[in-house]
């Protein structure tokens, strides 16, 4: 079955870096676009970046242009999001997602902290 599993979240001060993992396993990975999206404490959850299939094209919510980065690695069946320069409004639980044959497929999340 499809499995995605994120990881590297913490908790960092603000202008710190945090990279995460979104290992994933159940589909043939790069057939496949894989986003990662975010959820604050009281709010909806917010679509953060896009990376196609073959890792060439990538999209951004306009908040984290500039700051974060989303890459792949096929062999792997790994997404990662490179977070710089991270800011309060940042503190979230972060979940991998991929779309297919009509259905959503999410990961747990890995919780981000950014504090003094």
């Known amino acids: 079955q499809v499995q995605l599993v994120e990881s590297g979240g913490g908790l960092v001060q603000p202008g710190g870096s945090l990279r995460l993992f979104c290992a994933a396993s159940g589909f043939t990975f790069s057939r496949y676009a894989m986003r990662w999206y975010r959820q604050a404490p009281g709010k909806e959850r917010e679509w953060v970046a896009t990376?196609?299939?073959?890792?060439?094209?990538?999209s951004y919510v306009d908040s984290v242009k500039g700051r974060f980065t989303i890459s792949r690695d096929n062999a792997k069946n790994t997404v990662y999001l490179q977070m710089n320069n991270l800011k309060p409004d940042d503190t979230a639980v972060y979940y991998c997602?991929?779309?297919?044959?009509?259905?959503?497929?999410w990961g747990q999340g890995t919780q981000v902290t950014v504090s003094e």
């Open positions: 990376i196609s299939r073959d890792g060439i094209s990538t």
């Open positions: 997602n991929v779309a297919f044959a009509g259905y959503d497929y």
